[in-house]
């Protein structure tokens, strides 16, 4: 399952729960792009009930992410993920 925000986008499969974070080298140097993924991690690091146990996800960062406000940082991640979850379970019910 996959879903696309304006500064990121999520893929996930089945899986034991794992998270990643990945960059586009348009964001920049690398502290840039580390920077990126640790604000996204942070985001997600608060908002810990979002995650599905069952999912393993990547998010993917764009250039605008790299320069957003957090807080709508948070919002994107939550966004994301409640996306993916509906689709998740939607599949999970016609299966």
Same mark, same amino acid.
């Given at each position: 399952?996959?879903?696309?925000?304006?500064?990121?986008?999520?893929?996930?499969?089945?899986?034991?729960?794992?998270?990643?974070? /990945?960059?586009?080298?348009? !964001?920049g140097?690398?502290?840039?792009?580390?920077?990126? @993924?640790? +604000?996204? *991690?942070?985001?997600?690091?608060?908002?810990?009930?979002?995650?599905?146990?069952?999912?393993?996800?990547?998010?993917?960062?764009s250039?605008?992410?790299?320069? /957003?406000?957090?807080?709508? !940082?948070?919002?994107?991640?939550?966004?994301?993920?409640? @996306?993916? +979850?509906? *689709?998740?379970?939607?599949?999970?019910?016609?299966?």
């Amino acid at each position: 399952m996959r879903a696309r925000g304006d500064l990121a986008r999520i893929a996930c499969l089945p899986g034991s729960g794992l998270v990643g974070f /990945a960059t586009s080298k348009k !964001i920049g140097s690398k502290p840039k792009r580390n920077l990126a @993924k640790r +604000r996204f *991690r942070e985001a997600l690091r608060t908002q810990p009930h979002l995650l599905a146990p069952r999912l393993d996800c990547v998010f993917v960062v764009s250039e605008a992410g790299a320069s /957003a406000p957090f807080q709508r !940082i948070q919002e994107e991640v939550r966004t994301l993920i409640c @996306k993916v +979850r509906e *689709r998740w379970e939607s599949e999970s019910a016609c299966s």
